[in-house]
């Protein structure tokens, strides 16, 4: 029977929720890892019971944690990331240069054909990749490399490569984004690398239309349409109808278009999510209601989902990292909160539900469907 | 014997209960002792020490004999008491940085 399993990573544990088909009623295990921040939990699409976690605390620095039975044993592996060569400066907050420092993995995007490699994004924000399961690590370093990572600057929290998508069509072509530095694509599985942001306007810069140094919070890629990109920026949200190299605003008649998280319907390459926060400054959403935004048309037009999630006195934020959807006949949504709530919808946003609670702030969702 | 007492959540992440026990060989140092443990639990590797500078990460301090070794240089020989595992060897999570 189909199933799906949810992997939510939180400030202080990871916990796996799971659910038959129906989605109704949900099994959790954890807190796995208690006590350190699990920035990201994703498993591998070639192999669904290889997982790979990211755990990572102030006191101890970056552990990989690798599953190799669906989340019910854990190994730690390779943690060792070091950039390649003279690693050189980026620019600090003041502007003056600083070295690059490894400080932790981001996100973990399994390869889609070889459960053995793996792809992490790191801060301060470099690309490495591993081929044999998570045990060695070796960067990718064109993406620094490329011309402009020595103005790259940190976003408020830190300088990340939080997104990195796999084009499935394209061999080679892949995603990356930083903030705030941008978004970048290769064509030549990561060896080669420039920026794609030609469309982007970001007032918090001096040149608002500038190549690099764009918040850019999170992208999206419906897989049977790799050419759209949708991306939630510092505020704007956007799309690409060129595989990056031109981008159109589509907030619409969104009631803020600040925010971090955005996602695409398993099966309708034009049904996208977002989460509207209040702004920069207020990072809960607007009027203490939370709301997901759906729109239909792939952006400019959409409507708030809001049966089943709490209208009055709610002031949590939904990180980037922070929500998915299975791949079931009826699309499942999921999204988790700093507020410890992992909330879930069997029907593509049209009801929610939280499947728990009290958990610490949560840092990542991510869904995998069973059959 | 060196006795090393871990923070628990090393203990945890080398799935260890209480105290671990080292047999150091040559001189007992903080970087001999921490040679050994990271040799017998790998997945320790970098979370006590920079994998590649193996300087002290700024969040762990090494305390022995009622006294603070953090600042102390890792080649300095330890304490006789550690030495003779009268006294523990303790890694700890400093006060800050959880």
Same mark, same amino acid.
């Given at each position: 029977?189909?199933?799906?399993?949810?992997?939510?990573?939180?400030?202080?544990?990871?916990?796996?929720?799971?659910?038959?088909?129906?989605?109704?009623?949900?099994?959790?295990?954890?807190?796995?890892?208690?006590?350190?921040?699990?920035?990201?939990?994703?498993?591998?699409?070639?192999?669904?019971?290889?997982?790979?976690?990211?755990?990572?605390?102030?006191?101890?620095?970056?552990?990989?944690?690798?599953?190799?039975?669906?989340?019910?044993?854990?190994?730690?592996?390779?943690?060792?990331?070091?950039?390649?060569?003279?690693?050189?400066?980026?620019?600090?907050?003041?502007?003056?240069?600083?070295?690059?420092?490894?400080?932790?993995?981001?996100?973990?995007?399994?390869?889609?054909?070889?459960?053995?490699?793996?792809?992490?994004?790191?801060?301060?924000?470099?690309?490495?990749? @591993?081929?044999?399961?998570?045990?060695?690590?070796?960067?990718?370093?064109?993406?620094?490399?490329?011309?402009?990572?020595?103005?790259?600057?940190?976003?408020?929290?830190?300088?990340?490569?939080?997104?990195?998508?796999?084009?499935?069509?394209?061999?080679?072509?892949?995603?990356?984004?930083?903030?705030?530095?941008?978004?970048?694509?290769?064509?030549?599985?990561?060896?080669?690398?420039?920026?794609?942001?030609?469309?982007?306007?970001?007032?918090?810069?001096?040149?608002?239309?500038?190549?690099?140094?764009?918040?850019?919070?999170?992208?999206?890629?419906?897989? @049977?349409?790799?050419?759209?990109?949708?991306?939630?920026?510092?505020?704007?949200?956007?799309?690409?109808?060129?595989?990056?190299?031109?981008?159109?605003?589509?907030?619409?008649?969104?009631?803020?278009?600040?925010?971090?998280?955005?996602?695409?319907?398993?099966?309708?390459?034009?049904?996208?999510?977002?989460?509207?926060?209040?702004?920069?400054?207020?990072?809960?959403?607007?009027?203490?209601?939370?709301?997901?935004?759906?729109?239909?048309?792939?952006?400019?037009?959409?409507?708030?989902?809001?049966?089943?999630?709490?209208?009055?006195?709610?002031?949590?934020?939904?990180?980037?990292?922070?929500?998915?959807?299975?791949?079931?006949?009826?699309?499942?949504? *999921?999204?988790?909160?700093?507020?410890?709530?992992? *909330?879930?919808?069997?029907?593509?946003?049209?009801?929610?539900?939280?499947?728990?609670?009290?958990?610490?702030?949560?840092? @990542?969702?991510?869904?995998?469907?069973?059959? | 014997?060196?006795?090393?007492?871990?923070?628990?959540?090393?203990?945890?992440?080398?799935?260890?209960?209480?105290?671990?026990?080292?047999?150091?060989?040559?001189?007992?140092?903080?970087?001999?002792?921490?040679?050994?443990?990271?040799?017998?639990?790998?997945?320790?590797?970098?979370?006590?020490?920079?994998?590649?500078?193996?300087?002290?990460?700024?969040?762990?301090?090494?305390?022995?004999?009622?006294?603070?070794?953090?600042?102390?240089?890792?080649?300095?020989?330890?304490?006789?008491?550690?030495?003779?595992?009268?006294?523990?060897?303790?890694?700890?999570?400093?006060?800050?940085?959880?």
């Amino acid at each position: 029977m189909s199933g799906v399993r949810v992997l939510v990573g939180t400030r202080k544990g990871a916990f796996v929720l799971t659910a038959d088909g129906s989605r109704q009623n949900w099994d959790v295990s954890g807190p796995h890892f208690s006590g350190w921040e699990i920035y990201h939990v994703k498993g591998s699409p070639a192999d669904p019971d290889r997982l790979f976690a990211s755990q990572t605390s102030g006191w101890s620095g970056q552990v990989i944690q690798r599953s190799d039975d669906g989340g019910k044993s854990w190994q730690p592996v390779g943690n060792q990331f070091s950039y390649d060569g003279v690693p050189g400066t980026h620019q600090w907050y003041d502007g003056t240069p600083h070295p690059w420092e490894f400080e932790r993995v981001w996100h973990l995007e399994p390869s889609l054909a070889d459960p053995d490699t793996v792809y992490a994004g790191v801060e301060d924000a470099g690309l490495f990749k @591993s081929t044999d399961g998570g045990d060695s690590w070796q960067e990718l370093p064109g993406l620094r490399g490329h011309g402009s990572g020595s103005s790259w600057q940190p976003g408020a929290g830190g300088m990340c490569l939080h997104t990195i998508i796999l084009d499935p069509v394209r061999s080679g072509r892949m995603f990356a984004a930083i903030s705030a530095a941008g978004a970048f694509r290769s064509d030549d599985a990561g060896q080669t690398w420039r920026p794609v942001n030609r469309g982007l306007k970001s007032e918090g810069i001096p040149d608002p239309d500038a190549e690099v140094g764009h918040c850019v919070h999170r992208i999206a890629m419906h897989p @049977s349409r790799p050419d759209v990109l949708y991306m939630q920026k510092h505020w704007d949200v956007m799309r690409s109808d060129d595989a990056g190299e031109s981008w159109r605003e589509i907030s619409g008649n969104l009631p803020t278009d600040f925010g971090f998280p955005i996602d695409v319907h398993a099966h309708e390459p034009d049904t996208v999510y977002v989460v509207p926060i209040t702004s920069d400054s207020l990072h809960y959403p607007p009027d203490g209601k939370l709301r997901v935004y759906r729109s239909r048309t792939g952006g400019d037009e959409w409507e708030p989902l809001t049966n089943g999630l709490p209208q009055e006195h709610c002031y949590v934020n939904v990180y980037r990292d922070a929500m998915a959807v299975d791949s079931l006949d009826s699309c499942g949504v *999921y999204f988790g909160t700093t507020g410890g709530q992992v *909330y879930g919808s069997p029907d593509a946003g049209d009801t929610w539900a939280p499947i728990v609670r009290n958990l610490p702030a949560v840092l @990542s969702v991510e869904v995998q469907t069973l059959s | 014997m060196i006795r090393v007492v871990l923070p628990s959540h090393l203990r945890r992440l080398a799935s260890v209960d209480g105290e671990v026990h080292l047999e150091v060989t040559g001189e007992v140092t903080q970087a001999s002792v921490l040679d050994a443990l990271e040799a017998r639990y790998p997945m320790l590797r970098g979370t006590i020490r920079d994998p590649e500078s193996r300087r002290r990460r700024a969040f762990m301090r090494f305390f022995a004999c009622e006294e603070d070794l953090s600042h102390e240089q890792p080649d300095a020989p330890l304490p006789a008491e550690v030495v003779s595992g009268r006294e523990p060897y303790l890694i700890v999570g400093a006060m800050a940085g959880g």
